[in-house]
């Protein structure tokens, strides 16, 4: 199970086992400073080290970031997109190919608190949030994993994800660094963490900043990404 929370705004990230396999897992809180990023001025920034460019120029760096969310070959988000408050892109809510579209799939928000919402869920609510990214499939929906995982799939990859606590009170986002399937992973989210509400954001492409270890995934150009932001 993960560790009581220690109370900082960012708790960093860490390596974990869970059932044999390997992840880092990042702990933040709804203090922290988390933001998603797609564009600048000369369109998508595509890295990390882009995002970190933008925020030198106001006094601020990354402490934290990975991809957050799927996107289209000219890195557009798919489905529904907010950052700073702007919608850029709407909300889907209909089954599709691919594992987006593995229903029921899911939103991650950012507002007074840190929340992954079911996708029906979201659109039946309509949360206040600065920041949102959609994905699928939901790895952990009220605490059942996905009713299409399972346990014997040969389907593995690298993937990453992101599960927040009932109260919204923090997130965990955890990257595996073995190839795993579906089900393994939302396990490690409700069995590993004990979190109640998870979201997959990504496969092949699945990769992590973390400044305090030097750790930089490096890689083809990403669409929206995530992350903890700082004073420099």
């Given at each position: 199970m993960l560790a009581v929370w220690g109370g900082a705004a960012f708790a960093g990230c860490r390596d974990m086992a869970f059932e044999g396999t390997s992840y880092t897992i990042c702990e933040v809180s709804s203090a922290a400073d988390v933001r998603l990023f797609h564009s600048g001025a000369d369109g998508a920034l595509g890295s990390f080290a882009a995002v970190d460019k933008v925020l030198a120029q106001q006094g601020q760096r990354l402490d934290f970031a990975m991809n957050g969310g799927m996107y289209h070959h000219d890195?557009?988000?798919?489905?529904?997109?907010?950052?700073?408050?702007?919608?850029?892109?709407?909300l889907v809510t209909r089954a599709g190919p691919g594992n987006f579209g593995l229903v029921p799939n899911g939103v991650f928000c950012v507002g007074d608190r840190l929340r992954v919402i079911e996708t029906l869920a979201f659109e039946a609510e309509k949360p206040d949030c600065r920041y949102a990214t959609q994905s699928g499939p939901m790895l952990v929906i009220?605490?059942?994993?996905?009713?299409?995982?399972?346990?014997?799939s040969e389907s593995v990859n690298i993937r990453n994800g992101v599960g927040t606590s009932e109260d919204g009170s923090r997130a965990v986002f955890a990257i595996s660094n073995q190839a795993v399937n579906f089900y393994a992973f939302a396990r490690l989210f409700r069995d590993g963490l004990g979190l109640?509400?998870?979201?997959?954001?990504?496969?092949?492409i699945?990769?992590?900043?973390?400044?305090?270890?030097?750790?930089?995934?490096?890689?083809?150009?990403?669409?929206?990404?995530?992350g903890v932001v700082v004073p420099r």
């Open positions: 890195l557009a988000p798919v489905g529904l997109y907010v950052e700073n408050g702007i919608q850029a892109t709407p009220d605490g059942a994993l996905h009713p299409k995982f399972l346990a014997d109640p509400q998870a979201l997959y954001f990504d496969g092949s699945s990769r992590l900043y973390d400044h305090d270890s030097g750790r930089h995934d490096a890689g083809f150009p990403m669409g929206p990404m995530l």
